[in-house]
């Protein structure tokens, strides 16, 4: 199912790794310097740029792993694939 991560951007459910809280993971240096080492290699995708950022989630996609950094909460983010796998819908 494809799930909305904000603005135009969505993701394959099936693609995710892990969804992290921006806010919660941060304060940590391995986080940090994971985050910082994927931006180098330019696996990093920002959505939603000009807004505060809630979450990162780690996709594993056919060219390797892409983090995406997003507007959305974790709560809503997994609200949306819960609802999209009972429904059978897309969000």
Not at 30 to 37: F, H, I, P, Q, V
């Amino acid at each position: 199912m494809f799930i909305h991560i904000g603005h135009d951007t969505v993701i394959i459910d099936k693609e995710i790794i892990g969804i992290f809280d921006m806010e919660n993971t941060t304060v940590m240096k391995k986080t940090l310097d994971y985050l910082g080492n994927a931006e180098r290699c330019n696996r990093v995708k920002n959505v939603a740029p000009y807004e505060l950022p809630k979450s990162f989630i780690v996709c594993e996609e056919p060219d390797g792993k892409v983090i995406y950094i997003s507007p959305v909460s974790v709560g809503t983010i997994l609200r949306r694939i819960e609802h999209a796998r009972k429904t059978g819908f897309n969000q």
